[in-house]
């Protein structure tokens, strides 16, 4: 059976055993790209869902606040622009002065994003009508967050001052992946801080699933209690892709009523991944792109290929059709290159705690309070557009799924050495690693080629 294989900015050909079951896997809903992302926008902020208008909330005198997704976000349509700028037309009509409007980054605890950057989101015109009005969140200047205390079950609700003090936000959501981004997610982790973000992100809550997301059970708890100190509500916009270049649906309204609209399209449109094998694969095949949301106007490195994409975004397949003690195949190059600038603190997680363990739960146990602190990161994550330092940690968090797998192999990779690092296996070409996996799975051994397209972060 021949086929290509995504192999970094490339594909190339490959041979696989005549029984390998190909698994076709995309970032496409298959559902039908709206006709006007303006129109289709304009109708969401008319017919509001349990909210009315904004024309309706705001108020002459009122500060407002529009947040908006950052460039991790895998969307490529301009919902940044057209929805920033139609709900500032609202905002005219209500009578609130543009002097009275602050636009921020969503950006958490990756890191900030440069004017220019910023420019190609929401478009060179916002940026040089809000100049300083347009900022980056900043989850370290404790200034400008605010405290709100626990919720019922004792997570803290910590988030930027602006959305405290304003007297409406609005939140533009450009992208619903699965389970995982959308809610109050884009609120209580986009506009929040470490000391909240700790909660939910660790190597077991979280999640892309869309039914029993323990990630979000929390998420929800939180933007509760957020609303029920503010003593208002949060409007949202909410945003599933067709593909990662047009808009399938948008809704506006409260942050929950949107999130149930935009999940029950997705648990409509998407299949459950179980069940796209009868029987589970012994051997699981699949190639790995020069993409990762951490590498947005940026660059990879040998974490965010190995372990963020290839065992976490890519990886679900892993827990869906993979058996227990599986193989796992991941072909890619693998460069080994740094940015040390946009990455600061993860040439020191590669160096200091991979080379002592692949063990997830270990790493955060030991490491997780030290970098949370580390006053020479913290800088470069405040000052110098740099991920937070606990993020290159994070990213480490996907090595839980080597709990059902029974070996990696790397395919491919120019320096074998950085797979053995990770305690991974290496060979030269996929064909040999089939090859590798089949002597513990026997001749039989059946291989499921999971077929992901080329993909590319933002440049």
């Not at 995504?6 to 790209?33: Q, R």
């Not at 969503?106 to 809000?130: C, D, P, S, Y």
């Not at 059970?217 to 990662?244: Q, Y």
């Amino acid at each position: 059976m021949r086929e290509t294989i995504v192999f970094g900015d490339e594909t190339i050909p490959v041979e696989l055993p005549d029984h390998t079951v190909v698994i076709p896997a995309s970032f496409s809903l298959g559902l039908p790209p709206v006709a006007s992302l303006e129109h289709t926008v304009r109708n969401a902020l008319t017919e509001p869902l349990e909210l009315p208008p904004i024309r309706d909330i705001a108020r002459p005198g009122h500060k407002v606040t529009i947040a908006f997704d950052d460039a991790t976000v895998s969307c490529f349509a301009p919902v940044w622009e057209v929805a920033i700028t139609q709900v500032l037309e609202e905002l005219d009509r209500a009578g609130v002065a543009r002097r009275d409007v602050t636009l921020v980054c969503a950006n958490a605890l990756h890191r900030k994003f440069t004017r220019m950057e910023l420019a190609r989101l929401i478009g060179e015109g916002l940026v040089k009508e809000f100049g300083y009005r347009l900022i980056c969140h900043d989850a370290e200047d404790h200034e400008n967050l605010v405290h709100l205390g626990l919720t019922a079950s004792g997570y803290d609700v910590e988030v930027n001052r602006l959305v405290v003090e304003s007297d409406l936000t609005v939140y533009v959501n450009t992208n619903c992946y699965r389970g995982f981004n959308g809610g109050w997610k884009s609120v209580c982790v986009g506009l929040s801080s470490y000391r909240s973000i700790r909660w939910h992100h660790n190597p077991d809550d979280m999640s892309t699933s869309l039914m029993r997301n323990p990630m979000h059970d929390m998420l929800n708890e939180m933007g509760e209690h957020l609303e029920s100190k503010l003593g208002r509500r949060v409007f949202k916009i909410e945003t599933v892709l067709a593909d990662p270049e047009h808009v399938a649906r948008i809704w506006a309204g409260s942050v929950q009523a949107t999130r149930r609209a935009a999940l029950e399209l997705l648990k409509s449109s998407s299949p459950p991944r179980r069940d796209a094998l009868t029987e589970k694969a012994d051997i699981i095949l699949y190639g790995i792109p020069n993409w990762s949301p951490y590498a947005a106007f940026s660059s990879m490195n040998p974490i965010l290929t190995l372990i963020s994409t290839g065992l976490g975004y890519l990886g679900g397949m892993i827990d869906a059709v993979g058996k227990p003690g599986c193989s796992v195949i991941l072909a890619t190059p693998c460069p080994n290159q740094w940015n040390d600038v946009h990455h600061s603190s993860y040439r020191e997680v590669w160096q200091r705690w991979l080379s002592r363990t692949n063990d997830p739960y270990v790493i955060r146990d030991s490491a997780e309070d030290d970098f949370a602190n580390r006053a020479e990161y913290i800088y470069n994550y405040r000052h110098c557009n740099s991920f937070h330092p606990v993020h290159a940690l994070m990213a480490t968090y996907p090595l839980k799924r080597l709990k059902q797998i029974g070996r990696v192999i790397v395919a491919g990779a120019e320096e074998p050495s950085l797979a053995h690092h990770l305690g991974f296996e290496t060979s030269t070409t996929v064909e040999d690693a089939i090859a590798l996996a089949k002597l513990s799975h026997g001749s039989d051994g059946r291989v499921a080629y999971v077929k992901y397209p080329a993909m590319t972060s933002r440049r």
